[in-house]
């Protein structure tokens, strides 16, 4: 299956920017996203890009995708407490109709008042 | 907004009990998925469904097995619980290409 890896903590100050990195092997995925999740809740999705765009912006959210290098990047910026979460990359399966996801294992993070 | 609810929250059973874990989606959604989740090892998909009376196990299917006798409900069973399977079990539904949407979750431990 594919391979989605992210680095699983990530420290911010209360009013600075967040950035949370990951990477996927699938070339051909058509959709990638990211996932919030709060404590003892399911995700929730956040947003999503299509693999033919380079950036997308919502709010206080801005998705950078890097097809070339398969980099995927979530900013938040202001980041607030309530930003503290699990956050999930995703990419969907290669060719498939089925709407699989593959997800990363997640990025715990934590924001200091 | 799409729903996506699970029948409990928090579940506590007995182990060599049999277990129904169920899922219902508003959506009409022709996908719908079972995961469980671990800390440390992320998301893993149990079970999974493309249409009613289908499904295609996933990564983990040993131990459990699914129902879909309706397109809106996705039952997960374990035949009978053991200790390994205390978990967070989530289920998610999907039109293809548009992104899952999940319920809320159960916690279930075995005792």
């Known amino acids: 299956g594919e391979d989605v890896e992210q680095s699983l903590f990530l420290s911010v100050r209360e009013g600075d920017s967040s950035v949370i990195n990951c990477t996927y092997t699938?070339?051909?995925?058509?959709?990638l996203y990211w996932y919030k999740q709060e404590p003892g809740a399911g995700l929730q999705l956040l947003t999503y890009?299509?693999?033919?765009?380079d950036m997308k912006q919502d709010q206080r959210l801005t998705v950078l995708l890097n097809k070339k290098d398969k980099h995927l990047s979530l900013r938040i910026a202001d980041t607030q407490t309530g930003d503290s979460a699990i956050y999930f990359c995703a990419e969907s399966e290669r060719g498939s109709t089925l709407g699989r996801l593959y997800f990363g294992r997640g990025t715990q993070l934590t924001v200091w008042p | 907004d799409v729903k996506v609810t699970q029948s409990s929250r928090y579940l506590v059973k007995r182990t060599g009990e049999k277990v129904f874990l169920e899922c219902v989606q508003d959506?009409?959604?022709?996908?719908m998925f079972w995961y469980r989740q671990d800390p440390g090892l992320g998301l893993r998909l149990i079970y999974f469904s493309y249409d009613v009376k289908m499904k295609e196990k996933g990564d983990i299917p040993e131990g459990y097995s699914v129902s879909r006798e309706k397109k809106e409900r996705f039952s997960l069973i374990l035949e009978s619980a053991s200790t390994n399977q205390t978990s967070m079990y989530l289920c998610?539904?999907?039109?293809?290409?548009?992104?899952?949407?999940f319920g809320q979750g159960t916690r279930l431990t075995v005792v």
């Open positions: 959506m009409d959604h022709e996908n």
């Open positions: 998610a539904s999907s039109l293809a290409g548009y992104g899952a949407f």
């Open positions: 890009i299509f693999s033919n765009m």
């Open positions: 699938d070339s051909s995925s058509t959709y």
